[in-house]
């Protein structure tokens, strides 16, 4: 899809066909791996108030070398604060507190796709961003980023 609108709007016809309604609610044949607990302290933002309706929600998260973990979590609060200038959304930085050790969580959210493809543009051409992100050299372990999205839809 082009945009994060585009797939929702595709989306649409799929929510109303009863088969992929009846896998939905059979849940079992769509989970390839079993479930992983997690329990996240946030160490900075504010919990808010749960998102609307459609609320689109980003997720990364990066696990840091454990000798430079202090350091890492000074620069994930620093690029948290960096990006809510960008965007204007507010986002939260949490670590695990057990799981992988050393692993961070970046989770910002916007009230809906639109938002969310704003969001990503401006981050996109940002190039006090990408520098930021070169700050981050040494600090995580070498391809342990990931980036996710959530969507509220009850």
């Known amino acids: 899809a082009e945009s994060q609108s585009a797939l929702v709007s595709a989306m649409g016809a799929l ?7 009846d896998r939905l609610d059979a849940g079992t044949d769509l989970v390839a ?3 992983q607990d997690s329990l996240r302290e946030i160490i900075y933002g504010t919990p808010a108030e ?3 309706l459609g609320a689109v929600a980003t997720v990364t998260t990066a696990t840091a070398l454990v000798d430079r973990l202090v350091d890492a979590v000074g620069w994930a609060v620093e690029i948290a604060q960096y990006v809510e200038n960008v965007i204007g959304s507010p ?9 992988t050790m050393g692993t ?23 190039a006090g961003y990408l520098g930021k992100l070169a700050g981050s050299k040494d600090l995580f372990i070498p391809g342990s980023g990931r980036t996710g ?3 509220r839809i009850g």
């Open 104 to 126: 961070l969580a970046w989770i910002g959210s916007v009230p809906d796709v639109e938002a969310s493809d704003a969001a990503a543009g401006k981050m996109a051409a940002d």
């Open 91 to 99: 986002v939260a930085v949490l670590r695990d507190v057990f799981g």
């Open 15 to 21: 929510t109303t066909q009863s088969e992929f309604l």
């Open 33 to 35: 791996a079993p479930g």
């Open 149 to 151: 999205q959530l969507m």
């Open 50 to 52: 749960p998102p609307p």
